[in-house]
């Protein structure tokens, strides 16, 4: 049993629960609007990142390679980096 120095105003079990529900629908996102990724470059390859920090694009090593992340062409089989 835990024991806090303070009494808690609200139940650490509802705490949980609306923290879990919230980091769910952020991950339930389907698909990210072009207008939230920032593309990440350098002079051989490049990222599109979400806001949140999601790599959902990206090339690697060359701008012409096939992509590693692809999650914003296709989320079920594109794979991310968060």
């Given at each position: 049993?835990?024991?806090?120095l303070f009494k808690p105003s609200f139940p650490l079990e509802?705490?949980?629960?609306?923290?879990?529900?919230?980091?769910?629908?952020?991950?339930?996102?389907?698909?990210?609007?072009?207008?939230?990724?920032?593309?990440?470059?350098?002079?051989?390859?490049?990222?599109?990142?979400?806001?949140?920090?999601?790599?959902?694009?990206?090339?690697?090593?060359?701008?012409?390679?096939?992509?590693?992340?692809?999650?914003?062409?296709?989320?079920?089989?594109?794979?991310?980096?968060?």
């Amino acid at each position: 049993m835990r024991k806090f120095l303070f009494k808690p105003s609200f139940p650490l079990e509802a705490i949980k629960q609306i923290f879990i529900s919230k980091m769910l629908d952020v991950l339930m996102i389907d698909y990210f609007p072009i207008e939230n990724h920032l593309p990440i470059l350098n002079n051989r390859s490049g990222a599109l990142i979400t806001n949140n920090g999601k790599i959902d694009f990206a090339c690697f090593p060359n701008f012409d390679s096939p992509p590693v992340f692809f999650s914003i062409l296709d989320k079920s089989k594109g794979g991310f980096l968060t």
